[in-house]
């Protein structure tokens, strides 16, 4: 065998390993969902409403949480600084007519499940195919459809630091594509109950990320809504 021939040989088993990584993490991002982001100790969304009592799902409740919120002083050191750079970008909020309130306390609250997981985010509950709004100007990253969070939007902020994801969406809206730039009010999304939200439990779950050097869509330090958004 020449040295052009076993180099050839060499590379053949290569392709074909790396061809099935990506397969793999494919499947593994569309059956679990995002890796979740480093966690963090931020305070959210305490929600209220549960499924009526005949839907059998109600003592799950996947959507909402499960648990008691544990409620923290405030952010850690390391989060501190995005938290204020967020803080001053004035962000609206994704549903017309929330009050900010309604997100404090669950973002710590620990998920039933596998193994079980921090929400590390915000349920807002609206009436299904209410207009989901961009919260900032910014780039849409991402459209993608998991078994956990149904269709999503990763949206970029215009620094690239930050990452918003809303999640459970009923559809998106007419046009909206992947590198489409949207401004701050923007209808991109609808309600709805995709993924594993409970069907009678419309609501966006919405999340904020602080983006890692990598600049990677699914991975991010998140930071609690709430926080972000009263100031």
């Not at 790396?18 to 969902?33: C, N």
């Not at 409403?49 to 405030?74: F, H, K, L, N, Y």
Request: contains cysteine.
């Amino acid at each position: 065998m020449t040295a052009k021939t076993r180099r050839r040989a060499a590379v053949i088993p290569a392709l074909v390993v790396s061809f099935g990584a990506g397969v793999a993490t494919g499947w593994i991002l569309r059956e679990k969902g995002p890796p979740l982001p480093a966690g963090s100790n931020l305070v959210g969304l305490k929600l209220d409403a549960e499924a009526p009592a005949e839907d059998p799902r109600m003592s799950e409740r996947p959507v909402p949480t499960t648990g008691g919120a544990m409620i923290s002083a405030g952010p850690p050191p390391e989060a501190a600084a995005a938290l204020a750079a967020l803080q001053q970008r004035d962000l609206r909020m994704p549903i017309d007519g929330v009050n900010v309130e309604i997100l404090k306390g669950s973002f710590d609250e620990h998920r039933s499940g596998s193994g079980g997981h921090v929400h590390d985010a915000a349920d807002i509950l609206a009436p299904r195919n209410t207009p989901i709004h961009a919260v900032e100007n910014g780039t849409i990253a991402k459209l993608f459809v998991s078994k956990a969070g149904g269709n999503t939007i990763y949206q970029f902020d215009p620094t690239g630091q930050f990452c918003y994801y809303y999640a459970h969406l009923e559809r998106y809206a007419d046009g909206v594509h992947e590198g489409q730039a949207v401004a701050r009010g923007d209808v991109i999304g609808y309600v709805g109950t995709s993924g594993n939200a409970p069907p009678l439990v419309p609501h966006v779950h919405f999340a904020v990320y602080e983006l890692g050097p990598e600049r990677h869509w699914w991975q991010g330090r998140a930071i609690d809504p709430y926080l972000v958004f009263r100031h």
